[in-house]
C-alpha cells in the first residue's frame, strides 16, 4: 500500500470517533446554511414585495394623474402614460391570480410580475413565498389587502376606455369627462388605505422574519462553537487534503491551466492545456507566452498584460489566436489573473485558456447565414437594405453619384409550373451568380426574393449604371441555363434609380426602384427603365402606392361594401342572378368609385386580399339570408388574376364555401380573358377543381381579345358575358349587332349560358331578347343597390306582399 493510501486508510479506520462529530458538523452546518437560505429567501422576498408595493402605489399614482391630465387636456400622450402606469398593477393582478390557481401556472405568474416591473432575479422567490405561505399570519393580511384591490383596479381600466370614448367625441360632453373625473378620485381614495394595509402587513411580515432569522442564527452559532474544538486538530490535515484537492482539479479541468512568472514563462501547465495547442510536455514548459500568440494578436496580448501588471484589472479576459504545436492555430477564450501569494518574491500569474474554435465557427456559420441567401449565397434583403442605408448615409455627407437597380426574371412562374421549382431554382442560381460575376468586386449583389435580385453600384452615375443593368439584361437574355439536362432561356427586366439628385431613405429607394422595375415590365418586360425619385412618373406611382396603404386599412377598418347588380333573364324575368361589386368608404365616410382604387390593388397586389374579403363577405351573408338563398340562381363573384398565384387560394374558397354550409352550385366566379392568359395551368386546375364541387364559372368580357374563342373551347366555362364594347350600340351600328349575334349563336351551341353587358336602353334589350340572348345586365336592366337592399327587396316574404 503507497504512503498516501495508507494515510487515507488510517483517516478511516483509526480514528473513527473523530468522523461522526465532522460528518454530524457539516451535517449541522449544512443545515445551518440551508435554513439560514431559506429565511434569507424569504426575507428577500418580503422586501421585494414591499418594494412591488412601492412600484405598485406610486404607478397607481401616476395612472390617476395621467388619466386626470387626460381628462382635461385631451393630451393623447397623457392616456398612453396613464395606460402604461396602468399595465403595472394589472400585471401584478394577473400574477396574483396565476398563483391563486390550484394549479400554479407560473408562467403568467413570470410575465405579470415582470410586468409589474418587479426585478426578474426576485419573482422565483416572490411565486415561491406567496404559493406556500400566503396564508401565514402577517403575509395573509397583506395579500388580502392586494385582493381587495382588484375591482378598484380594473375600474381604473374601465375609466381608462370611457374617457378616452368620451374625448374622441363618442358620447362624450363635460358632464360625463366630470364624472369620470369624480371616479377617478374615488379610487384613488379607496386604494390609498388598501395600499398601505399592504404596507403595514409585508413590514410585520419582514419583521417576524428577522426575528426567526436572529433567533435561529444564534441557536445554531452556539451548536457551532460548541463543535468547533472537534475541527481544530484536524485544521492541518483539512489544508492539506485542499490542497491536494486542488492539483486533481488542476490536472483533470477540461480548460487548459497554466502559471506563468513575471518575465511571462510558463512554469506549470495541465494535460488540457498540451491538448488545446497539441504540444508535447517538454516543449510547452519554459516557452514565452508571447511566443504563443499568433503575430496578428500580439498587440492585443501586449494590451492584455498591461491591464494585469499595471493593476487596471485583476482579471482579463480576451479570445485571440494561439500558435499550436503542429503549426496551426486555435482561437481560445484567454483569461488572465494575477496569483496571490504572499511568499513569492515576484507575482505570478494563472491563465486559463478555452478552446472556442468549433464556436467561432458556428457563430461565423450563423452570421453568414442570417445575412445571405441559402439558394444563391448572395446577400439577403435584409443585408442589402443595411448596405443602402449606409450607402445613403455616406451620400448624404459626400455628395457622390451612385445607383440601385433591381432585377426581376421575367415569365418566371411558366418555368416553375412547367419544370418544377427545382428547375426554377437552378435558374435562380445560374442568374445570380452570373450577376456577381459581371459586376465589381466593390458592387453589393442580393436575393431579395423569388426571381429578384438588387444591385448597388456604388460611385456609377445614370449613364454607367444604365449601361451596366443593359449589359446584365443581354447576358441573361442571351444565355441558356440548364437543369437536369434541360436548357432554359429566361429575360429579365431591370429598374435604375440614380441617386444624385436627392438623397432619400432606404424605403423610398425600394419603393422607387420597384416601381422602375414596374414601368420596365409595363413597356413589355426584357428592358432596362431608368428612374429619378423626382420624376413624375414616380410622384404618379407613390400615389397609387397611398392607395394601397388606404385599400388595406378600409380592410382592416371594415369600410369596404357590398353592392348587387341584378343579371336580368329576358324570357324568365323571376329568376334571380346578379353580380356582387365591392365598394370603398374614405375615412370621411364618402363612397369612392371602383376606379379610382382597384386598378392600384391590382398593380401593386392587393387585388387578391380584396378577392378573399369579397367571397369571405359574400358567404356570410348568403349563409345568414337562407330564404333569399333559397331564390338565388347564381350569385357572380368577380376574381383577379392575382388570386391565382397564391398557392393556397383554392383551399381558402373551399374551406370559406364548407364553413358556411353554402350550395356550392350557388356560386358563379367571374374570370377575365387577361387573367386567363397570365396564368392559364393555374386557372384552369382551379376551376376544375370547384366544378366538381359544384361551383359554375363565367368568362367576362368576353370577344375583348383576340383568343377569345380559344379561351372558350379550352377553359371549363359555364357562362359567358358579351363585352359591353360590343353590346352598348347594336341599336345603331350593325357590325357590333352582328357581332353579338354571331357570339350568342356559338356560345348556345357550346351549351353555355348568354349574358350580354353594359345594356343600357330598352331598345337594345329589346333587340338582345329577339335574337335569343338569355340575360341581360346593365343600367338599363337594373342599377346596382346595396347588397343588403338586394336581398330585401327578394325576400320571400316581400314578394308576397308585392303580390
Excluded at 235 to 248: G, K, P, Q
Amino acid at each position: 500500500m503507497k504512503a498516501g493510501d495508507r494515510e487515507r486508510h488510517g483517516i478511516w479506520t483509526t480514528r473513527p470517533r473523530v468522523i461522526a462529530p465532522l460528518i454530524g458538523l457539516v451535517l449541522v452546518a449544512a443545515l445551518a446554511a440551508g435554513f439560514g437560505v431559506l429565511v434569507v429567501q424569504m426575507q428577500a422576498a418580503a422586501t421585494a414585495y414591499a418594494g412591488g408595493n412601492s412600484i405598485w402605489s406610486r404607478a397607481q399614482l401616476a395612472t390617476v394623474e395621467s388619466l386626470r391630465r387626460y381628462a382635461e387636456t385631451g393630451d393623447q400622450e397623457a392616456l398612453e402614460q396613464g395606460r402604461y402606469w396602468l399595465s403595472i398593477p394589472l400585471g401584478d393582478l394577473e400574477a396574483r391570480r396565476a398563483m391563486e390557481a390550484p394549479e400554479l401556472d407560473y408562467e403568467a405568474a413570470y410575465e405579470g410580475l415582470l410586468q409589474g416591473q418587479n426585478h426578474p432575479d426576485d419573482i422565483p422567490r416572490m411565486i415561491w413565498l406567496f404559493r406556500f405561505l400566503s396564508d401565514a399570519p402577517y403575509f395573509r393580511q397583506a395579500v388580502d389587502a392586494w385582493r381587495r384591490s382588484d375591482p378598484h383596479i380594473l375600474e381604473l381600466q374601465t375609466v381608462a376606455d370611457e374617457l378616452e370614448a368620451a374625448r374622441s367625441g363618442e358620447g362624450g360632453s363635460p358632464e360625463r369627462v366630470a364624472a369620470l373625473q369624480e371616479r377617478l378620485r374615488d379610487i384613488n381614495s379607496a386604494l390609498a388605505p388598501l395600499s398601505e394595509e399592504f404596507r403595514h402587513a409585508m413590514a410585520e411580515s419582514a419583521r417576524w422574519m428577522t426575528w426567526a432569522l436572529s433567533v435561529a442564527s444564534a441557536a445554531f452559532i452556539l451548536i457551532l462553537a460548541v463543535s468547533g474544538w472537534l475541527l481544530a486538530w484536524r485544521l492541518f490535515r483539512t489544508v492539506t487534503a485542499a490542497e491536494r484537492s486542488f492539483y486533481l482539479t488542476f490536472e483533470q479541468a477540461p480548460v487548459g491551466i497554466a502559471r506563468v512568472d513575471n518575465a511571462g514563462r510558463l512554469l506549470d501547465a495541465n494535460p488540457a492545456l498540451y491538448r488545446i495547442l497539441r504540444y508535447p510536455v517538454t516543449r510547452l514548459l519554459g516557452t514565452l507566452y508571447y511566443d504563443l500568440v499568433h503575430p496578428e494578436d500580439r498587440d492585443l496580448a501586449l494590451t492584455e498584460r498591461r491591464h494585469v501588471v499595471g493593476g487596471a484589472a485583476e482579471v482579463c479576459t480576451v479570445e485571440k489566436r494561439l500558435l499550436c504545436g503542429d503549426g496551426g492555430t486555435a482561437w481560445c477564450r484567454v483569461t488572465v489573473s494575477t496569483a496571490h501569494d504572499e511568499s513569492a518574491v515576484h507575482p505570478q500569474y494563472i491563465v486559463l485558456v478555452e478552446d472556442v474554435s468549433e464556436a467561432r465557427r458556428l457563430t461565423a456559420e450563423l452570421d453568414f447565414q442570417a445575412n445571405h441567401d441559402t439558394l444563391t449565397g448572395l446577400l439577403n434583403r435584409r443585408a442589402f437594405e443595411r448596405s443602402l442605408t449606409e450607402l445613403l448615409d455616406h451620400a448624404r455627407m459626400e455628395p457622390a453619384q451612385h445607383a440601385v437597380c433591381l432585377v426581376d426574371l421575367d415569365q418566371f412562374k411558366v418555368v416553375n409550373d412547367t419544370s418544377g421549382h427545382s428547375a426554377g431554382d437552378a435558374l435562380v442560381r445560374q442568374v445570380g451568380a452570373m450577376i456577381r460575376r459581371h459586376v465589381r468586386e466593390g458592387d453589393v449583389v442580393a436575393r431579395l426574393g423569388g426571381d429578384e435580385f438588387a444591385v448597388i453600384l456604388a460611385n456609377c452615375d445614370a449613364d454607367k449604371a444604365r449601361s451596366v443593368a443593359e449589359k446584365l439584361r443581354q447576358l441573361v437574355a442571351g444565355a441558356s441555363f440548364m437543369c437536369e439536362g434541360s436548357r432554359y432561356r429566361s429575360s429579365c427586366s431591370i429598374g435604375v434609380v440614380p441617386t444624385g439628385r436627392v438623397v432619400t431613405d432606404t424605403a423610398s429607394m425600394m419603393r422607387t426602384v420597384d416601381i422602375a422595375c414596374y414601368m420596365a415590365k409595363e413597356q413589355g418586360r426584357n428592358r432596362v427603365y431608368v428612374l429619378y425619385e423626382d420624376d413624375e412618373e414616380v410622384v404618379q406611382r407613390h400615389g397609387e402606392m397611398a392607395w394601397l396603404a388606404r385599400i388595406r386599412t378600409a380592410l382592416q377598418e371594415g369600410r369596404m361594401f357590398l353592392d348587387a347588380q341584378r343579371i336580368v333573364h329576358l324570357q324568365e324575368p323571376e329568376q334571380l342572378r346578379y353580380e356582387l361589386l365591392v365598394r370603398l368608404r374614405d375615412e370621411h365616410g364618402s363612397v369612392i368609385p371602383p376606379g379610382a382604387f382597384l386598378p392600384a390593388a391590382e398593380r401593386f397586389g392587393a387585388a387578391h386580399e380584396i378577392d378573399r374579403w369579397v367571397i369571405e363577405q359574400a358567404c356570410k351573408t348568403l349563409a345568414a339570408h337562407p330564404d333569399h338563398l333559397a331564390l338565388v340562381e347564381a350569385c357572380h363573384i368577380n376574381l383577379s388574376g392575382q388570386s391565382f398565384d397564391q398557392d393556397d387560394f383554392r383551399e381558402f374558397v373551399q374551406d370559406t364555401i364548407r364553413r358556411y354550409r353554402l350550395p356550392p352550385e350557388k356560386l358563379c366566379f367571374e374570370i377575365t380573358e387577361t387573367a386567363a392568359a397570365s396564368n392559364v395551368h393555374d386557372v384552369t386546375a382551379f376551376m376544375e377543381a370547384l366544378r366538381r364541387e359544384g361551383c359554375r364559372f363565367a368568362l367576362d368580357d368576353f370577344g375583348a381579345g383576340l383568343s377569345s374563342f380559344g379561351y372558350l373551347r379550352r377553359l371549363p366555362v359555364d357562362c359567358l358575358k358579351i363585352d359591353g364594347l360590343f353590346v352598348r350600340d347594336i341599336a345603331t351600328d350593325d357590325t357590333d349587332l352582328a357581332l353579338v349575334r354571331a357570339i350568342n349563336e356559338i356560345g348556345q351551341t357550346l351549351g353555355k349560358t348568354v349574358v350580354a353587358e353594359s345594356v343600357e336602353t330598352d331598345e337594345v334589350m329589346d333587340l338582345l331578347r329577339g335574337m335569343g340572348v338569355q340575360y341581360a345586365q346593365g343600367y338599363g336592366a337594373h342599377r346596382p343597390c346595396r347588397f343588403e337592399d338586394l336581398i330585401g327587396e327578394s325576400s320571400p316574404r316581400k314578394r308576397r306582399r308585392s303580390g
